[in-house]
């Protein structure tokens, strides 16, 4: 053996020996017992000091995290501007074409130019542009300041007043006043679209007029001010009229009073008008009325008495049908329906049902302009995915999208390529099942493109003729890049930024980790994410914070990266503070999303508590003995439930804004989860009914002024803890709204778990301790 052998085995003996005693301490401190962390009065002092100075200092730690591009109307290039460190900004041209970036201009001698001519002085740090156009030749440049326009030589750095500028055309402006989008949209009106008829209600009744002559008569007799007819629709050639007869239920109201207007010595009486579940809907009754003969004809279908009333699509090229969508109350059966408005006889194009819950307002539907198709997802098949419906034959003329996986929205829809723009998750194997990805496919389910590659959830902006779109991504445990790409292909023009976070990482925080364990049937993965305090210490068990949220009309887990957060200020008070994604929330599959039928206050706890378990058997400094969480609204039920109903594991709770009983929060949201009619599931899931079932601490926050969630959801959720002769603190937050109770609740929750899970009196702010030096 060689001296060049003999050297190189020593080394890898060293390599081995290092690595087996570096095994053998980490399995000592795996044995060794890790000691429960309890701090001083005085250390929980000083990390409320810390904490509050990392809120200040971590607001502005963060640049370059996103472009908002600016497009020019030639669509060669855009311009974006970066906020930087010391609260300056700079301003970037990318030229799309040759991949190049650079300074819009000089900042320098731009300040110096609009000093001549502005009101206040800028500094080449702080110019304080919000728009501008460059002309084709890059030689002139027309920037907004302060709602005026000036049109500067990028030559000669001479700036003067201009009007308005809205687009440019060729090398020069055009001048005029901009106008907000919603003073371009057209006014509705009841004209006939061959501006012959006006129809128009007039007590209670139908009546066309002639805008030729001004002739007027009467198409309905049987209407009043109490059961009008209304919401007139005209077919494309002004052939046929629907319209409805409206039996109007107005919302009961409910009540709040203002106690603490400064002004007054008496409180105020709120009045809002909120259906509750149970409530009668307003219901309609379609009719149809052919201008040949003025008859009315009612269309064979049943009284439509959910969510408002229909809006009807007519077929292209026959305007003899139309069809129109409808939910049935009870969100287990979705139908497209077809109606002949020459006999008023109806099909379903569509028919589906469930035994357990239709998510009706996140149905996407799109009627083709020329080939009589709808684009419609659903659900049926256990994924939400796209379906193309022939809307002559009825029936799915084949899938689009096909998968276990789920797509999340449609971007756009190009009829003349027939193709589909759409964001999805779950597509690609091996990352967060959540993350957003785009694509473009088919209508015939073939072609399909991945626009987005990079294992992070992705956020595109397109140019306005989709030639090049912008990628934002990130995940919550990586800082955001933004690159420019090619559509057609997905080609990588440049890399735009990467976020900035050395400032962040200065201040000495931890990133967040993205955390996995297995659900309640030990096979599904459940996601969520870890913030520790800066100040961690592996040595020592840390009580755990759960931030819950598990509304079923979405999921909550921060996707994007997570910056600084109340999550992390709340760690940096001496907790592992924790988030997840239980059964029952959305944006995976069915099945997933089936858990809360019924059953919302089941609210993923079995997943959510094996979660933590999991996160402790990883980290042997996470502390399941002492675990608390918090919510608002949804996640103030979930709170409170929690420690009704599984206080062998939560030991603290705060809840504000809580819907305790669902019976008396808003129709719309709890009839979609719970389902109709009201039935003994509700009394039988209500916080307020089990509150005797309270085990340990429990904070209850409301805003008096909740148009939200009424505020006698936690009056009555307060009611019964003292009937059940329960001890819980109440905090009531004169004229606040649907809010965590806001700085002063923020506070209060802290204090809370300060309290209750470390085992420490929160500073007494009365005595000021916490403006009295360094405890």
């Known amino acids: 053996m060689n001296h060049q052998s003999i050297k190189c085995c020593f080394k890898l003996s060293v390599k081995i020996i290092v690595a087996i005693l570096l095994f053998s301490v980490a399995a000592d401190l795996q044995a060794q017992p890790v000691k429960p962390y309890q701090p001083a009065r005085q250390q929980v002092l000083r990390a409320y000091k810390a904490a509050a100075l990392l809120d200040s200092l971590a607001k502005k730690s963060v640049f370059k995290s996103y472009v908002n591009a600016n497009w020019q109307t030639d669509e060669k290039g855009f311009w974006y501007r970066n906020l930087l460190a010391g609260d300056s900004a700079e301003y970037l041209y990318v030229n799309a074409l040759t991949a190049t970036r650079q300074n819009a201009f000089d900042h320098a001698k731009m300040a110096m130019a609009l000093n001549k001519v502005l009101d206040t002085t800028v500094t080449a740090g702080s110019l304080p542009i919000s728009n501008m156009q460059f002309d084709g030749l890059h030689q002139h440049v027309a920037v907004e300041v302060q709602k005026k326009w000036y049109r500067c030589n990028l030559k000669t750095y001479s700036c003067s007043k201009t009007d308005s500028v809205v687009i440019k055309k060729d090398n020069g402006f055009i001048t005029g006043n901009i106008k907000s989008r919603w003073e371009r949209q057209p006014a509705a009106d009841s004209l006939s679209p061959d501006k012959q008829w006006a129809a128009y209600e007039k007590n209670g009744n139908l009546f066309i007029r002639s805008v030729k002559d001004g002739q007027t008569e009467q198409l309905t007799q049987n209407g009043d001010t109490a059961k009008p007819y209304g919401q007139i629709q005209w077919s494309p050639d002004s052939k046929h009229l629907v319209v409805f007869h409206i039996n109007p239920v107005k919302e009961k109201p409910v009540y709040y009073i203002l106690s603490s207007i400064d002004t007054l010595t008496r409180g105020v009486l709120k009045r809002n008008d909120y259906a509750q579940p149970g409530d009668a809907f307003s219901s309609y009754e379609m009719f149809i009325i052919n201008m040949d003969d003025k008859k009315l004809l009612k269309v064979n279908t049943e009284l439509y008495d959910f969510l408002d009333y229909p809006w009807i699509h007519w077929r292209t090229g026959d305007n003899r049908y139309f069809v129109f969508e409808k939910a049935d109350r009870g969100h287990q059966r979705f139908r497209m329906i077809e109606v002949d408005a020459a006999n008023g006889n109806s099909r379903n194009l569509i028919d589906e049902k469930t035994n357990t819950f239709i998510y009706e307002s996140r149905i996407f539907t799109w009627y083709t302009a020329a080939t009589n198709e709808i684009i419609w997802s659903s659900e049926k098949d256990g994924w939400n995915q796209l379906y193309l419906v022939d809307a002559i034959k009825g029936g799915v003329k084949n899938r689009i999208t096909n998968g276990n996986w789920v797509v999340r929205n449609v971007d756009s829809v190009d009829e003349k390529k027939r193709e589909i723009w759409f964001q999805a998750s779950g597509v690609n194997q091996g990352e967060d099942p959540y993350n957003i990805h785009y694509y473009r496919i088919g209508f015939d389910g073939k072609n399909l493109v991945s626009l987005t590659l990079a294992n992070a959830s992705h956020l595109l ?8 779109f912008i990628d934002n991504y990130s995940r919550p445990d990586m800082p955001a890049v933004t690159e420019l790409h090619r559509t057609a292909d997905g080609k990588l023009i440049s890399v735009l930024e990467k976020a ?25 993965d459940i996601w969520g994410v870890v913030c ?66 019924k059953n919302l206050a089941d609210a993923g706890f079995a997943d959510r508590i094996l979660w933590i378990k999991g996160l402790a058997a990883k980290y042997a400094y996470v502390d399941v003995a002492r675990v608390g969480l918090y919510g608002t609204s949804a996640g ?35 009839e979609q989860w719970m389902g109709y009619p009201v039935g003994p599931h509700y009394a039988a899931q209500s ?41 819980f603190d109440l905090l009531v937050v004169p004229g606040m709204g649907h809010s965590d109770g806001g700085p002063y609740g923020r506070q209060k929750k802290r204090d809370f778990f300060v309290k209750h899970l470390l085992g420490v009196d929160p500073p007494d702010r009365n005595m000021e301790e916490l403006n009295a030096g360094n405890p």
């Open 461 to 468: 902006s397109f140019s306005p003729k989709r030639k090049y």
């Open 500 to 524: 900035d976070i050395g400032k962040y990482q200065q201040l000495g925080l931890k990133m967040p980790e993205v955390f996995v364990a297995k659900g309640r049937d030990h096979a599904t």
């Open 636 to 670: 103030g039920q979930n709170a409170a439930g929690a420690v009704l109903f599984h206080p062998e594991f939560y030991k603290a709770a705060v809840s504000a804004a809580g819907c305790h009983d669902n019976r008396i929060d808003k129709q719309w949201w709890n």
């Open 687 to 727: 916080n307020v009914t089990n509150a005797g079932k309270l085990k340990g601490a429990l904070l209850l926050i409301v805003g008096e002024a909740d148009t939200n969630v009424p505020p006698e959801s936690t009056y009555r959720m307060a009611n019964a803890l003292i009937k059940a002769g329960k001890n």
């Open 532 to 597: 520790r305090p800066s100040h961690f210490d592996s040595t020592l068990k840390y009580p755990v914070i759960e931030n819950i949220y598990a509304g079923p009309q979405d999921a909550f887990v921060p996707k994007r990266f997570m910056n600084y957060s109340e999550m992390q200020s709340m760690a940096e008070l001496g907790f592992i503070v924790v988030q997840c994604d239980g059964m029952g929330t959305a944006n995976r599959s069915k099945a997933f999303h089936d858990v809360c039928w």
